[in-house]
């Protein structure tokens, strides 16, 4: 596959859904990519990238940022409270907030800081341990704290279904959540099920090995 074989099926999607055209944001998954996989989609043209890890996106995404200013950068992965700093000094939006603590020290560092990258909350669709994201009981009283009290720009939500489940199950409850809470995102869909996240009504899909090939 490759960059413009997933945009025609965005495109598709959207016409499909009765989606406003161009609606739906593509974030090209860069994380553990050869470089000249990388290079080759910023010299297509496409500008917003997606990393899981704070530490290697600082060893790739500086340098390419200077050469390319216009470029979006996400942040898909758990996050740690020690790297709050970092990450305001390179991310653009950040799709992982999922605590209090975190967004408390958002909070504290980007009223110094007087910038902020927007945030997505991230919600553990599946209720499960391993995974990183609230619980969807919690999720009304964090959207409400991370407003109110922590004055976060929160745009919407995120998930990533369990592993063995039906994925649609859980973009529907995402977005009943999102619904109900005011917000207008939904980061859900990844190279598998894509399409079917924008029938659910995703705003950012996170798109990896469909535009990058395997990760090596
Ligand atoms: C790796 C990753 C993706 C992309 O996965 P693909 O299956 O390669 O498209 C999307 N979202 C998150 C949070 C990821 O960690």
Redesign the pocket.
Same mark, same amino acid.
């Given at each position: 596959m490759s960059l413009e074989n997933i945009k025609d099926q965005i495109r598709n999607a959207e016409l499909t859904n009765n989606r406003q055209k161009g609606s739906v944001n593509l974030i090209a998954?860069s994380?553990v990519q050869p470089l000249e996989r990388v290079e080759r989609v910023l010299s297509q043209g496409h500008r917003i990238f /997606?990393e899981?890890r704070v530490q290697e996106a600082y060893q790739k995404w500086p340098a390419w940022k200077e050469k390319f200013p216009t470029v979006s950068l996400h942040l898909? /992965?758990p996050l740690q409270t020690n790297k709050v700093k970092e990450v305001l000094g390179l991310f653009d939006v950040v799709?992982s907030l999922d605590r209090d603590k975190l967004a408390r020290i958002f909070s504290e560092n980007i009223q110094k800081l007087g910038s902020s990258p927007d945030f997505f909350i991230q919600v553990n669709t599946g209720e499960e341990e391993q995974k990183a994201g609230i619980f969807p009981a919690m999720v009304d009283k964090f959207v409400e704290q991370c407003k109110n009290t922590y004055d976060l720009p929160i745009v919407g939500l995120m998930c990533?279904p369990p592993i063995d489940e039906e994925p649609s199950l859980h973009f529907a409850l995402l977005k009943k959540i999102a619904e109900r809470n005011g917000l207008n995102r939904l980061s859900m869909g990844?190279?598998?099920d894509f399409v079917s996240a924008i029938t659910f009504g995703s705003t950012d899909v !996170?798109? /990896?090995?469909?535009i990058f090939g395997r !990760?090596l």
């Open positions: 998954v994380k /997606g899981n898909l /992965g799709h990533i990844m190279s598998a !996170r798109i /990896g090995s469909a !990760r």
